[in-house]
């Protein structure tokens, strides 16, 4: 199993409160991503990384934030909660980010509700 | 707009017999797809792959087919087991678009006994 790890694995906060949501890796890969999984949806990117300090959005980043100051730490902030952001996050890393056998591994997810 | 599809959300299917989990993308500039398998309060780990220069793959008892014509890939587990109950999601991407992964929304496989 990649070594991942997310934390907290269940949070539940109120409306309009910030939350930091952390994802540790100990396989030194380069990328780094957030994802969220809602039903209906599947698995949608939030932001990436791919490197110390070099993140960008993905296609549900509205009211999101990340940072990565260190290779094996990526945060992922919501500066201030909304019920629609109720969700299971996910982290993924990936080794190179591209290339025929590139694939994606999974941390155990994060269980957020807002209440 | 969703790029990759997976039609049914669910699929019962009998131990030992075969389980087919179908996916259909939009995007023609796709040209690699996985397969990830996803247990309760357990993240999504991958299964099997397939790059657009092959038709099909095989690893084990997964088999996974693509038909680039009709944008179509499915999942082939023979004999299905207890064990692959799950939610298989099916994903995409462009070889050169790392940051891209693009995920339908799951299929519950449920192998009964």
């Known amino acids: 199993d990649a070594g991942i790890t997310q934390s907290p694995r269940h949070k539940v906060t109120e409306t309009g409160t910030p939350v930091t949501l952390r994802c540790h890796q100990t396989e030194n890969h380069r990328y780094m991503y957030w994802y969220r999984q809602d039903p209906g949806h599947g698995l949608r990117l939030i932001h990436y990384s791919y490197g110390v300090k070099d993140t960008d959005k993905g296609e549900v980043s509205d009211g999101y934030s990340v940072s990565r100051s260190k290779t094996e730490d990526f945060l992922l902030t919501l500066e201030s909660a909304t019920s629609s952001q109720t969700s299971v996050y996910f982290c993924a890393i990936s080794e190179r980010g591209s290339g025929t056998n590139e694939k994606l591994f999974f941390g155990s997810g994060t269980q957020l509700s807002v209440l | 707009d969703q790029q990759v599809k997976q039609n049914s959300p669910s699929l019962s299917v009998q131990e030992g017999r075969i389980s087919i989990l179908n996916c259909d993308y939009t995007?023609?500039?796709?040209?690699?797809f996985l397969w990830y398998k996803k247990y309760p309060a357990e993240g999504p780990t991958f299964l099997i792959s397939i790059s657009s220069i092959k038709d099909k793959n095989e690893d084990g008892r997964f088999t996974v087919f693509l038909n680039k014509s009709a944008k179509h890939l499915s999942l082939h587990i023979v004999p299905s087991q207890p064990g692959d109950s799950a939610v298989y999601f099916c994903?995409?991407?462009?070889?050169?678009?790392?940051?891209?992964?693009?995920f339908g929304s799951g299929t519950k496989l449920n192998v009964k006994p």
């Open positions: 995007n023609s500039m796709f040209d690699y």
């Open positions: 994903a995409a991407r462009k070889l050169d678009n790392f940051n891209k992964f693009y």
